[in-house]
Nanobody
Framework: QVQLQESGPGLVKPSQTLSLTCTVS??????????WSWIRQPPGKGLEWMGA???????SYATPLKSRTSISRDTSKNQFTLQLSSVTPEDTAAYYC????????????????????WGQGTQVTVSS
């Protein structure tokens, strides 16, 4: 069974870089054809896909966050990392990592991603 676990600081100061690590067990992050996503949920709001790194190391990011987001991986540790720079209090959220198994356009032409395994999430607060 694939398991994911987020780790990292729970408090980040404004203008600093948020850095979180997802440790994966029970499956390799290099296995075809999965990719590995970071998703966040601000208080009282819905889930927001941030970006992902694929089994081959390719990355993609949500347009609103692209300039501030970097996802990398350490295959020797079976981990992937989120870095979000220049954070503001609006970046306060529960952050999740998840394995992504598919992506497609819905009947209403929204891009939909399907996840089969999630970490339990970690709360990150941006505050001075």
């Amino acid at each position: 069974q694939v398991q994911l676990q987020e780790s990292g600081p729970g408090l980040v100061k404004p203008s600093q870089t948020l850095s979180l690590t997802c440790t994966v067990s029970g499956g390799s992050i290099t296995t075809n054809y999965y990719y590995w996503s970071w998703i966040r949920q601000p208080p009282g709001k819905g889930l927001e896909w941030m970006g992902a790194i694929g089994f081959g190391g390719d990355t993609s990011y949500a347009t609103p966050l692209k300039s501030r987001t970097s996802i990398s991986r350490d295959t020797s540790k079976n981990q992937f990392t989120l870095q979000l720079s220049s954070v503001t209090p609006e970046d306060t959220a529960a952050y999740y990592c998840a394995r992504t198994v598919g992506v497609w356009y819905s009947s209403s032409y929204h891009l939909v991603r399907e996840y089969d395994h999630w970490g339990q999430g970690t709360q990150v607060t941006v505050s001075s």
